[in-house]
C-alpha cells in the first residue's frame, strides 16, 4: 500500500494520564491508531499519528481542546528487511524530493512494517516511490 492519509499533529501538555485520556476517548470513539509518533518538548508532547477514521478522530481531538493540527502524509508498507529505508530515501534524493520527517515501525515478526513520511511533495512522492 502506497497513499496519502491524513495525519493529526496533537500539542498535548506534558504531563502522566494526559495521553491515556487522548487514547481513551479516541478508543471510545472506535478509532484506531495505525501510526504514532510522540515529541517531548520542555513543556509540551507532539503527538503525531494516522487513524482508520480521520473524521471521526479529528471530532474527538476538537472535543478534548488540545491544538489540533492537519496534514497530509504518504504512508506505506515497506519490507522488514536491510536497506529498505536506503532505497527510499535514494528514489526520494533522486527525484529532488525533501523529507521533512517520518516515522515507522516493524516487529521482527512481521516481513512488513510501514512507514510515514511527510516530504515538500507528496504527489511526487508517490511517484517516485510506486
Not at 99 to 109: G, I, K
Amino acid at each position: 500500500m502506497l497513499k496519502i492519509e491524513t495525519q493529526y499533529a496533537v500539542f498535548l501538555d506534558n504531563r502522566p494520564g494526559i495521553l491515556a485520556r487522548m487514547c481513551h476517548a479516541l478508543s471510545s470513539a472506535q478509532v484506531n491508531i495505525r501510526a504514532l509518533s510522540i515529541l517531548d518538548t520542555v513543556d509540551h508532547a507532539i503527538v503525531r499519528m494516522v487513524v482508520d477514521r480521520p473524521k471521526e478522530a479529528e471530532q474527538v481531538l476538537q472535543r478534548l481542546d488540545p491544538t489540533v493540527q492537519r496534514r497530509d502524509v504518504v504512508f506505506m508498507d515497506v519490507p522488514n528487511q536491510v536497506g529498505a529505508l536506503a532505497e527510499i530515501a535514494d528514489r526520494l534524493a533522486k527525484a529532488g524530493i525533501n523529507l521533512e520527517y517520518a516515522y515507522c515501525t516493524s516487529s521482527p515478526s512481521h516481513s512488513e512494517g510501514a512507514i510515514v513520511l511527510r516530504t515538500n511533495d507528496l504527489e511526487a512522492t508517490i511517484n517516485a516511490l510506486s
